[in-house]
């Protein structure tokens, strides 16, 4: 099979943690062919979505630079001349990024295999999609109302306000009811009024990790990485500096998971990952999620294995 990936430049690509390269290192362990290109490398030309893509050759050195890879040179091809496409682009989630997507749902109009949808992904605001699955989260607000986060600060007393686009903890701040700052908080993040942004009560077991679940074609990956936070912050997010550790699913956790899981795939969304705090579902990861490396390394668990099985067994399907 032709996998296309589309991805940020490759040099800034941790090969040791980063969940691209673990599914393209499985791929072409199986003897399928890659191809990379950028979000600007689409176009709509002559009636057709088209990539300019390399072809990847990987080289089983280290991550330094540009010698884990080799490229080939550009060519332009319409995207049904791969079996898969794979958008694989980091947030920020913004309007280049959309029209990114329609690009590509035009391309699965005319027969292109793309995971994950561009629809379902469009439709699943990473932060607000929770609200789909209501009895899995915490007491939650979306405003850009004042008045109304003030009130639920005072209901709540220990609460978190956070951006609907940010990524990797940016922009989260924990707000007590006696904090002096308040005002000036809802004021950057909702910028006067003019943004809408989530509060969520304070959930006390952050301090045993912000746990990531992967979903991988609506079946949950066995086990999670429990983010856990430095201390003196309340952000379990790797970029945040957090730490993680392997553990099991617990039973709620797979509660969740299996709950979740059928519907997201009937949407195209075939790699997700959950964020679970406690038992609180936090938020829908689905532009790119990663940690599969994390879960490999500390268990043996082959989570890109999984997931190339998945795209072999849809391809067959798809056929």
């Excluded at 994950?116 to 939650?140: C, M, Q, V, W, Y």
């Excluded at 079946?219 to 997010?237: D, H, T, W, Y």
């Excluded at 299996?258 to 195209?268: M, V």
Aim: aromatic fraction near 8%; include cysteine; charged fraction near 25%.
């Amino acid at each position: 099979m032709k996998f296309a990936f589309i991805l940020d430049q490759l040099d800034s690509i941790k090969t040791y943690k980063d969940s691209s390269f673990a599914m393209m290192y499985e791929a072409a362990s199986r003897g399928h062919q890659l191809f990379v290109m950028q979000q600007g490398d689409l176009a709509w030309k002559n009636g057709e979505t088209v990539g300019f893509s390399c072809a990847l050759e990987l080289t089983g050195q280290s991550d330094a630079g540009s010698h884990w890879y080799k490229k080939g040179n550009v060519e332009e091809a319409p995207l049904q001349e791969f079996d898969v496409v794979l958008m694989r682009k980091d947030p920020p989630f913004d309007m280049e990024y959309i029209y990114s997507t329609y690009l590509l749902e035009l391309a699965e109009s005319q027969g292109v295999r793309v995971i994950n949808s561009p629809r379902g992904i469009r439709d699943h605001n990473e932060k607000l999609s929770i609200a789909k699955f209501s009895r899995f989260i915490a007491p939650t607000l979306v405003s850009r109302q004042e008045h109304l986060i003030r009130n639920f600060l005072n209901e709540h007393n220990d609460i978190v306000l956070k951006p609907l686009d940010g990524m990797g903890g940016a922009g989260v701040f924990r707000v007590h009811d006696a904090d002096h700052n308040i005002g000036v908080i809802i004021e950057t993040l909702t910028h006067y009024g003019t943004r809408t942004i989530m509060a969520q009560r304070y959930i006390p077991e952050i301090t045993q990790g912000d746990k990531r679940i992967l979903l991988i074609a609506g079946e949950p990956v066995p086990f999670m990485l429990a983010r856990i936070p430095k201390p003196g912050e309340s952000r379990g997010n790797l970029t945040a500096g957090g730490f993680g550790v392997v553990k099991s699913l617990t039973g709620y956790d797979r509660e969740i998971a299996e709950s979740l899981g059928p519907s997201l795939h009937d949407q195209g969304l075939m790699l997700v990952g959950l964020d679970v705090i406690g038992d609180y579902l936090t938020e829908i990861n689905v532009t790119s999620p990663t940690c599969m490396r994390e879960i490999t390394d500390q268990t043996g668990f082959n989570v890109a294995g999984m997931m190339i099985d998945a795209i072999e067994k849809n391809g067959i399907e798809f056929e």
